[in-house]
Every structure is written in structure tokens, then in C-alpha cells.
């Protein structure tokens, strides 16, 4: 890692992280090829999806914090699943029961189950409630620049617009509204869904995201802890490579080696 990864660490809401790559924990096809998965992917944040996976809401169930242990990781608990901001506002508070006061989480409030594409206005109104409560919110939300500011105005740690649907691996469709939302944020930005391979992690690091989260890139993958090291490298090198800055872009050729001082 280089030293101007060191020099410019990802912190969220106080903490800091070395990684920048966030991780699911869904849709993988046992416990066992999670906990792998996530080792290789590096990263130090794991999400959880609480409606769907036991946590030690279900005694004498399979329980993913024997292969997720927060010792280790940090578990960002999110609302996936729901479609109102009471259902999400009531999510996050099961999980702050289950996790001894875990105040951290991800909000994310859908609109329909076809596109899974945020509901803006019950997120304003789940976020508003949750931050009023003490939460610490990352909130899921659509590439409009203007709602994000809004999020982020309220007092959201992070703001992580989608790339594209949920689950679709389609990458960053709309790259320049990214940008503008990266432009007016004092928060990090992440990109959130849509990433469907190691190339579109890295495109969303060199827009100047300060990290991504994904879950299914990984878990459906035909080789998924394969996939997780290869996003790790994407994020890594992406980020490099925003920090290092691109050369123009150049509408003719220009000779790689210099003509001047040749003999002609």
C-alpha cells in the first residue's frame, strides 16, 4: 500500500479505515464460503442485512458472526428489505438491541421490488428520525446530486449513491452525476450497487469515491473469494490511480518518445 494511501485513510463517522472496499454478506451459498470470501477481499467493513440474516435473533440458528466476528470487522447493520421509513427506523433499533448498542448503520429504503431503486422521501424521512435518535447514518440513496447534499446537510456520516440497480452489475451508469456529487460533499461518497466486476470498482475509485460497497459482484461470481481479491486490488488500484491523476485525454496521437534532439 502506498504511502498516499496511508497519508489519506477513509474515516467514517470518527473511525478510521485502511480498506476501502465494503463488503455484503448475502447470497453466498454457505457460512463458510462467506468468512472466505470476506478474508481475501481485505475489507474491514461488513454489512448486514438484518431482516435476512440471524445475528442472534434466532437461537440454535446458523449465525453469522461465527465467521463475521466484531472483534474483527466493523458491522454496519442495514435495512434492506424495507420499504418505509418505519420499518427501517424499527430495523436499525433490532439492531442496535442485538449488537449491545451498535450505533452505526446503513439506511437503505426501497421503492419497489422490481428495480429496488431507493425511495427518496421515506429515506429523508428514516434518516431525520434515526440521526434525532443518535444513529450514525450511511444512507443508500440515487445519484441526484441535489438529495444527497440534502442527506448529508441533515447529518448523514456517509452518502452512497448507487452506481446502478441493485444487483444488476451494470456498473456506473451515470458517472457525471457522481462527480457532481463528489464535488459539493464534506462526507465520504461511496458508490453503492450496481458494481459487476473488478473495472467498474475501479472506475468508481478513480471518479474520486472514497470507497465502494458490494455484495452480490462477489457473492455471484463463479469463483466468489477469487472476486473478492480481485476487488480488493480494483479499489486499491483505483485509488492510485485517482491520486496519481490521469493524463488529458486527446482527440489525436502524440508520439510516446520525445522527436526533439533526433536526427532526421
Do not use: W
Amino acid at each position: 500500500m502506498s504511502e498516499e494511501h496511508l497519508e489519506q485513510p477513509l474515516v467514517i463517522a470518527g473511525q478510521t479505515f485502511q480498506s476501502r472496499l465494503l463488503v455484503g454478506t448475502g447470497k453466498y451459498k454457505d457460512l463458510d464460503e462467506t468468512g472466505a470470501a470476506i478474508e481475501a477481499s481485505g475489507a474491514e467493513i461488513v454489512t448486514v442485512a438484518v431482516r435476512r440474516t440471524n445475528i442472534g435473533q434466532n437461537p440454535g440458528e446458523p449465525n453469522l458472526l461465527d465467521v463475521v466476528s466484531p472483534e474483527r470487522y466493523t458491522l454496519l447493520p442495514n435495512t434492506a428489505g424495507c420499504y418505509s421509513a418505519r420499518d427501517a427506523v424499527r430495523t436499525c433499533k433490532l439492531a442496535r438491541e442485538l449488537l449491545d448498542g451498535h450505533d452505526l448503520v446503513k439506511l437503505e429504503v426501497l421503492g419497489d421490488e422490481k428495480t429496488l431503486f431507493p425511495n427518496v422521501t421515506e429515506t429523508l424521512v428514516a434518516a431525520r428520525e434515526l440521526i434525532d435518535d443518535g444513529f450514525k447514518v450511511m444512507v443508500y440513496t440515487s445519484d441526484d446530486p441535489i438529495i444527497a447534499k440534502e442527506l448529508e446537510a441533515m447529518g448523514c456520516v456517509a452518502v452512497m449513491p448507487l452506481g446502478s440497480l441493485i444487483g444488476s452489475g451494470l456498473g456506473i451508469r451515470n458517472p457525471y452525476n457522481i462527480r457532481l456529487i463528489l464535488e459539493n460533499a464534506k462526507v465520504p461518497v461511496l458508490v453503492d450497487a450496481g458494481v459487476g466486476t473488478a473495472s467498474d470498482a475501479a472506475i468508481a475509485m478513480e471518479l474520486g469515491c472514497d470507497g465502494v460497497l458490494m455484495n452480490t459482484a462477489i457473492a455471484a461470481a463463479q469463483k466468489p473469494v477469487l472476486m473478492a481479491s480481485a476487488m480488493k486490488k480494483a479499489v486499491e488500484a483505483g485509488r492510485e490511480a485517482y491520486l496519481a491523476g490521469r493524463m488529458p485525454r486527446k482527440l489525436y496521437a502524440s508520439a510516446s518518445s520525445p522527436l526533439d534532439g533526433t536526427i532526421v
